[in-house]
């Protein structure tokens, strides 16, 4: 149901609200770039300190700006089912073409609770889901096992796998169909994963290069590997660098490097430190970036 390069956009900020100027002129970047599908208030777009207020102007914006020229899948999720139904029922109202509900986080749930959450979220609310599994984030895995349970539900329509854990997710794609939805969250493993079945790619790094993202989907699904596979070598420098510290630190400032938003942060999250604000520079001065 979504498939090829997804931006996991960031929330720009400024002078500690959101600034919608620069999150439409970021709209209109990538869709201009080729990205299939634009994913707000995820990890990327700092979801954890929005208020709730905050979190439904952005999806609802981002819907708007969008206008049906791509799909938006919202970010919806939370360590509480409750508030997790609260903000799915919102994306929906919103106009929204699905939502991305991540496993809930610090209750580390059972996989049993897991399934539970899932399902009572999808019961309550019927829109397309793509369930989110990081569990460097969370610290629960949500096992193959649990997702090919959960896969059964109508509305759950694919998964989000950040595990980098190809063994694992290959598991994932037998258990649950090639017509189940395998997006990579882990940007590095995106092109061996679509190899083994997957589909697309919720992306950090497509953030600053959705020309290039979109291009190695394009180059795949077309069946030009070497084609694929050189753009993922241009793109491996920028993949580490955009984890050299905490998500979405080195992205949003790179972002800012480029001119397109102001390199603005929400406490606990702050500034890069000198050292690896260089090596971004260099690696995006060698792109050609800036």
């Known amino acids: 149901m979504f498939k090829g390069s997804m931006v996991a956009i960031v929330t720009p900020f400024k002078n500690g609200n959101v600034d ?31 208020s709730h207020e905050e979190h439904h102007r952005v999806v609802e914006f981002t ?16 360590n509480s089912t409750s508030e997790t139904i609260d903000l799915t029922n919102y994306a929906k109202k919103a106009g929204a073409d699905g939502v991305l509900l991540i496993t809930p986080y610090y209750n580390k749930p ?3 609770g897991l399934y539970q959450h899932f399902k009572k979220v999808t019961d309550s609310v019927d829109i397309p889901v793509i369930l ?23 509305n759950i329509v694919g998964i989000k796998e950040a595990t980098g854990d190809l063994k694992q997710i290959s598991e994932l794609i037998r258990l649950c169909g090639r017509d189940f939805d395998v997006i990579s969250g882990d940007d590095f493993t995106t092109l ?9 790619a919720i992306s950090v790094t497509a953030n600053i ?40 630190i080195p992205v949003k400032t ?22 690896n604000k260089d090596k971004l520079k260099n690696a995006m001065k060698d792109y050609g970036l800036i």
């Open 132 to 154: 989110y599994n990081v569990p460097g984030r969370t610290s629960v895995n949500m096992l193959p096992s649990t997702v090919a349970r959960l896969r059964t539900i109508r």
């Open 63 to 78: 819907v708007k700006t969008v206008n049906k020229r791509v799909p938006v899948v919202a970010g919806a999720g939370s």
């Open 20 to 50: 919608e100027k620069a999150l439409g002129d970021l709209i209109e970047f990538h869709i201009k770039s080729g990205t299939d599908v634009i994913v707000p208030c995820g990890t990327t777009g700092e979801s954890a300190t929005l």
């Open 254 to 275: 790179a972002l800012a490097l480029m001119g397109k938003i102001n390199e603005e942060f929400r406490l606990p999250l702050c500034s890069m430190v000198d050292a």
């Open 209 to 248: 290069v959705p020309g290039d993202a979109a291009a190695m989907f394009d180059a795949f699904f077309a069946g030009k590997m070497e084609e694929a596979l050189k753009f993922h070598y241009k793109m491996e420098p920028l993949h580490s660098l955009m984890f050299i510290e905490t998500n979405p």
């Open 192 to 200: 061996p994963m679509l190899a083994i079945g997957g589909v697309g």
């Open 110 to 112: 059972t996989q049993e």
